[in-house]
């Protein structure tokens, strides 16, 4: 069966940095795009970035392009988002995704499209 489990969230200050694992087994070799999201309470799943693993070419949402940085050690077992110069709006559940299509890695990304999920992880930063 399809596993991804996600580590490394926390509490932060303003201004202080993140890095995120997911560790992803089981669909290997019909995985073609990894994606993050994240939700914060009383809000929808937003698609935060994602990666195809055919190419390494990643996708970010505006709002956090040039702050994260999505990659991946190894033969696709562990995708990172590093997160620097957090902030309170980043605040919220942070979930890893996976999805055999690579249309999946399309923006804007579509929760709808990923059947494969972690349990989440806690971001939150204070100000």
């Known amino acids: 069966q399809a596993q991804l489990v996600e580590s490394g969230g926390g509490s932060v200050e303003a201004g202080g940095s993140l890095r995120l694992s997911c560790e992803v087994s089981?669909?290997?070799?019909?995985?073609?795009?990894v994606a993050w999201f994240r939700q914060a309470p009383g809000l929808g799943r937003e698609g935060v970035a994602a990666?195809?693993?055919?190419?390494?070419?990643?996708y970010y949402t505006d709002s956090v392009k040039g702050r994260f940085t999505i990659s991946r050690e190894g033969a696709w077992n562990t995708v990172y988002i590093q997160m620097a110069n957090l902030q309170p709006e980043d605040t919220a559940m942070y979930y890893c995704a996976a999805t055999r299509q690579s249309a999946g890695c399309l923006w804007p990304i579509d929760p709808t499209n990923f059947p494969y999920w972690g349990q989440g992880t806690q971001v939150t930063v204070s100000s």
């Open positions: 089981g669909i290997f070799f019909e995985r073609r795009c």
């Open positions: 990666i195809f693993t055919d190419s390494g070419k990643p």
